[in-house]
């Protein structure tokens, strides 16, 4: 089956702490995305990767960090200077930027 | 600042109906639209996506889309309970293969039964 993973599906994090969510495509697609979506809020784009060892930053990069050191993968870590860190975390994956994405099922991460 | 706009709804229909759910954006140069449907809880499905001007029909839905008044909208015809959901329209921004989707908010459709 093709698709995008993502782990874990629920996150709980103490402040102060980073964590790192997980994102895998087996599509063979060369762009990934990380978005983040509020309560009643579209989706917000974090952080993109066109192809392997390059990513950009989205509208709201900070506090954030990402990596793409395969191109199937896209961690995505949420580091303590993100101050309001609780939110739905989307990854998503294209063919190439600019085309349809699809998206994984979610990460949802709480800050205690 | 490019944007793309939906009314937030909710949007209420009976059963059998056809919903109309639109959608503007800002960016003249926007050359691809997408509609997904995102169930409460879940992440977002891609239903349909369009590239030029006029209607694209795949099942139930059609979108419409007419570049001049910068407009797109999704038609479900036999609306159906399951269809209840919040629409997410997203547009191109305008620099083809070097850009990113921009996500209106979404609006809520309820289906009456």
């Known amino acids: 089956d093709g698709g995008i993973t993502q782990s874990p599906k629920y996150l709980f994090r103490k402040e102060g702490q980073n964590v790192t969510l997980s994102c895998e495509q087996n599509l063979n697609h060369d762009a990934m995305y990380w978005y983040r979506q509020d309560p009643g809020q579209g989706l917000r784009l974090i952080y993109y990767s066109q192809i392997v060892n390059d990513f950009q930053k989205g509208d709201i990069a900070e506090g954030y960090s990402v990596s793409r050191e395969k191109k199937e993968s896209f961690p995505l870590t949420v580091t303590s200077a993100q101050k309001n860190p609780t939110a739905f975390y989307l990854c998503a994956s294209s063919v190439v930027t600019g085309r349809e994405q699809f998206f994984g099922p979610g990460t949802r991460l709480t800050v205690l | 600042q490019k944007e793309v706009e939906q009314n937030s709804g909710p949007l209420s229909v009976p059963e059998g109906a056809i919903a109309s759910l639109n959608c503007t954006y800002s960016?003249?140069?926007?050359?691809?639209f997408f509609w997904y449907r995102q169930y409460s809880g879940k992440s977002p499905e891609l239903i349909m996506f369009?590239?030029?001007?006029g209607d694209k029909e795949d099942g139930r839905f059609t979108a419409q889309l007419n570049k001049a008044s910068q407009y797109v909208s999704l038609l479900i015809r036999d609306s159906q309970p399951s269809d209840s959901a919040t629409y997410l329209c997203a547009v191109n921004d305008g620099r083809g293969s070097q850009g990113n989707l921009i996500f209106g908010k979404g609006t809520k459709l309820s289906v009456k039964p």
């Open positions: 369009i590239y030029s001007n």
């Open positions: 960016d003249r140069g926007s050359q691809s």
